[in-house]
């Protein structure tokens, strides 16, 4: 798997840099430090941005309050060093927390000038404070002590930074590869799949910036005591465009890209003087044309080139803990299957929905009974998705109950509802698009609650050894779809009909007890129809209770045990498709006018 | 360690295959190598013309110096380096002037960009000549640190004499920015408001790139006061007194060396710079046939009228090359500031006489704007 | 009372300014669906066109000010057709594109003008008008004079003019508007213009009031466009209002702590934004999860 093996590149790179210092004067090891600083902070905002999806332009903000923390723990109040440093990361890490909960309600642009608001804010409690020096900043911050080792010596400091690099680089990595970063990417791509996948979306945004604080954070206080001087416009808007330039030009998903975004900028920031103007041209001129002849960056470019010469890239294993097939595909997380203590899967008791003083759905109750194919049918426009997003925690209803296994679920959340085993798919695909196949599948499959991140800190190698578990669980989901060889692709890229099977896929990989299908047989052809209904009696042979909404009389009939019909947001018939079919009101509201369609739609 | 000179930490990996290139890094020994000095200043932004001003001033002395044959036989190397008034970015300048063994540095013409740099320099044993002026750099403890002209300590003793015992002006308010230099003006000049008795109407900060001040002045404004003491780097005194202006604001202008340049009374506009009153050692042109003889040399070569900043640069670095003929053989830095503390020297701007602080200049004079011209009192 | 007058008649005359540069940014949002941080950077360039042809070539103001109006509406054009590819792209890159590009137009304005930036006269005398213990200065007046007069036209052109309602008919719906013949492309650029156009407006307006210098826009801009955000994103009117009570905010934040009006400001911009996501007229997008 591609988490637990490194290519040679990562040895020999870090071996270079091992020796670098050796090749610089005494101002091109200081540039070098300031790069690996700055490599640390451009990984943290490629976190943030790139993975979670969250416009953070309080970065630079962040880098300055880790710096400013411990210049001002050490010098006003003579810490020392190493004490004030976690306390410095800290409060970057509160910072981060506090500027991060406006994503709870705002997203992209806006949160994108809320957050540069507050960034606008900091500096200004920086330039005018007294306790931050003002426009002077703090001069004499005290180095960090280190016996043996004088680390005001710029070419010891960079061996610090390297070390303190490698373990935040071996972390990032970790998390981009694992489930952390899958799940932040999910939450980037969709944001409502994602929660319907069991995502806590408030929390996850809420991590994205804690983890962009964190790193921020480290990298401020090295920075503080290694340069030994802070002033506000280190911490300004150029940098903030500085450090969203390495992501860009780097790459917006791939740890390496920021790294080596970060090293082209700062080492043509400083090594080029003389140049400024000129060198702030080609800068913005080099940011235009990435964005839009290479939107994915330096890494995308890497990856396209990989693919053109398929280079024979060998790849190290790197030791894992309890390797090899050995060890059995064990549940990962002892998953939450709700027995049913009922005989009734899914009440709703009159449900009502308004948008805007338009009525969506008015007094609609239904009930399913454990293990049914239930159809929900009505024409378009008859509040059959709200009801979908209603049960399914998308959307909260105006008045009436959700009841699941017989208790209590109105008004949850899409996260909630998915751990409380309600699983779907949606009208128009909502996949992970940028996901591949398997990660699509693993987002849905991984069933740990968000505090077993703590893992990433506490006992970074169980984390590989879940995640291949996990993996395994995946491809046997994937083999029963027959998806397994493109389970490396990229969603995106498979044709329609399989998409719609990955996405069952991965409403299954939860281990639903209710299942909702909204049009399932949407767009396939009739062999395909054909599989759906076989795969639809599987999952209800395996004790899942199906919901489906679909168009398509035919296969409604020859499926669903008992359907209910919708019109205008109300409940207008329900009971066995025969029933149904020679309901009056059904025929005259319904029927009448989808015939035409239903006969064009039948084999 | 093995240091090879510029190689560019991109270039690493290549380097690694390729193998060793570049050249060893001079010791900036050699009998004829030329003597490395760095002018580390502000050529961007709002204060650039305190960078070309002290550019300007330097860079005569350098070549009347070279004309005359160098420092005995070798020629004065002058790098110029821009920190765009970014304290961080003086930090890395300092830093490269280290690495490249500059003999010595002048700069930078901000205070606090000045105070970042001074633990560097102080470090490497490099000594460092500014045109800032704040008090706070000759209290670093640094014996490296040296001021080419005065502190604001004498500036504002000077002009609140002036202002309080001559004028007897008490009604006063105050207006600084928080950098270094502001935060020096706003000390100096409340103790010695302090010492006479004077209290301020109102005594209000602001920050170094803030363009916009109405709140501030509509504070001040309601203190009705007679004077207004304005601390604050060239540019941003003259949007201060426009503004001010604008708001009804009739007091009299008051303040140190940035209110004696062309870039106040340009921002400022005349009409609303006249009757400014402020301190500088270097009031006119045609003080003496010696600023005579600089106002020449300098029109000669830059085209345009010399300035209190160019004259100090000029003062400053003058001293320095009369160190460095005195101890031709070593310019180390402790030879070097040895050197500098043992001379007396006449200059444009009057006696200098460095003490153990840096501090050469112990005297000042009050000059008016009159016609658009900065005349004595 | 007089203080919360005199505090309010700022607030305005500076959120006057903030609603120009908020309806360049709302303009171009609501036709092409792009969030242009260049656009703080044209601001800047309208700036120095109106100073170069009201110092340099010594027009007067309001001939230099249609100067500047051409040039920036020249050069939202050609900013249209390079960004044109972002329309379509993810946030990230439209945002970095924008900026990129921003930086760009600020090394050519460093190139042409220097870095030193110009303190430039008022083009009216500006005297201050004492009316029952209150302060107005005559370039306050003039300020929002002018500001009404470019939101009239505006206005003006957007309902009574052919090019207008076709502009309009792109913003509600591309699709159908391209069925009736509308050229979207066309309608793209012209908005790029008009936005541009009245960024140039902003600047000239605000040069005499602060100093112009090439690194000027950053704090306008981002004033402007939470001034949009805060009336809600894409829509006219609240461009407008969002600017006033954006100048409001600011003035009165600054009152006791002036030196903390920027941390106060954005403060309660951020609180103000969690309360009503979508801004005071909203722009309605669903995101609950």
Known sequence: MRVARVGPGAPLLLLALLVLPVFLDLYTAHVAVLILLFVIVAIGLSLVMGFGGQVNLAQAAFFGTGAYASAILTTAYGWNPWLAAPVAVLATCLMALVVGLPALRVQSHYLGIVSLGLAVAVANLLTNAGFTGGASGISKIPPLPFPGVDLTDDYNDYYLVLAVLVVLVALARLIAGTTLGRRLKAMRDDTVAAAASGIEIPYYRLLAFLLGGLFAGVAGVLYAHLVRYVSPDTFGLDTMFLLLAMVIIGGQDSIWGAAVGAALLIAARNLLAGLETYQQLAYGALIVATVVFAPRGLAGLAAAARRRLAWPWPSLPIPVPSRGSAVPAAPDPPTPFPTPASAVALRVEEVSKRFRGLTALSQVSLEVPVGEIHGIIGPNGSGKTTLFNVISGVDRPGGGRVRLHGRDVTGRRAYQMSRLGVARTFQNLRLFHRLTVLENVMVALDRDPARAHLRYLVAPWTVLARERRRRERALGLLAEFRLEEVADEPAASLPYGRQRQVEIARALAGRPSLLLLDEPAAGLNAAEQEELKAVVRRIREAGVTVVVIEHNMGLVMSLCERLTVLAHGRVIASGTPAEVAGDARVIEAYLGREARDREAARP | MLRLERLGALAATVLLVAGCGGQLAGTGGGANAPIRVDLIGTFSGQNADLGNWAWNGVKLAVDQANARGGIDGRKIQLERLDDQGQPTVGTDLAKRAVSDHAVLVYGSDLSTVTLAMIPILTAARIPEITSGQAPAILQQGSSYIFLDSTTSAVFDQTLADYLVEKRHLTSIAMITNNDAYGKGEHDSFLAELTRLGVRPTIDKVVTPDQTDFTSVLTEIRATDPGVLFIGAEEVETGLIAKQARSLGITATFAGGAPMGTPTYIQTAGLAVAEGTIMTSPYLSNDANAKTRAFAAAYRKAYGQEPELHGAKAYDGMSVFIQAMRRTPTDLSGPRLIAAVRSIDYDGLLGHFKFDEQGLGLHATQVGVIKDGKVVPV | ?289
Do not use: C
């Open chain 3, 1 to 289: 009372m007089t203080w919360v007058l005199q505090t309010a008649i700022g607030g305005l005359s500076t959120g006057a300014v903030y609603a120009l540069v908020a309806m360049g940014f709302s303009i171009v949002y609501r036709t092409m669906g792009l969030v242009n941080f260049a656009h703080a950077d044209v601001v800047m360039i309208g700036a120095y066109v109106t100073v170069t042809f009201f110092l340099g070539a010594r027009l007067p103001f309001g001939l230099s000010l249609l100067a500047a109006i051409l040039v920036t509406g020249a050069l939202g054009v050609a900013m249209e057709r390079v960004l044109r590819p972002l329309e379509s792209r993810d946030l990230n890159l439209m945002l970095i594109g924008t900026i990129g590009f921003g930086i760009v137009l600020e090394s050519v304005a460093i190139l042409i003008w220097g870095s030193f930036g110009t303190a430039v006269p008022t083009p009216i005398p500006n005297l201050p008008l004492r009316v029952g213990g209150l302060v107005v200065t005559t370039y306050q007046l003039l300020i929002l004079a002018v500001a009404a007069v470019v939101t009239a036209l505006l206005f003006w052109f957007l309902d009574r003019t052919k090019l207008g309602t076709a502009m309009q008919a792109v913003a509600m719906d591309r699709i159908a508007a391209t069925a009736m013949g509308v050229d979207v492309a066309a309608s793209n650029a012209l908005a790029f213009a008009i936005g541009s156009g009245m960024a140039a407006v902003a600047g000239a307006l605000v040069g005499p009031l602060l100093y112009v210098s090439p690194g000027m826009g950053a704090s306008i801009g981002i004033k402007g466009f939470a001034a949009a955000i805060l009336g809600g994103f894409g829509s006219i009117p609240g461009a407008i209002v969002g600017g006033l009570v954006f100048g409001l905010i600011e003035a009165f934040s600054s009152g006791p702590l002036s030196a903390y009006s920027d941390l106060i400001t954005f403060v309660v911009f951020a609180l103000a934004m969690s309360v009503r996501q979508t801004g005071i007229f909203g722009e309605r997008t669903v995101d609950r999860a």
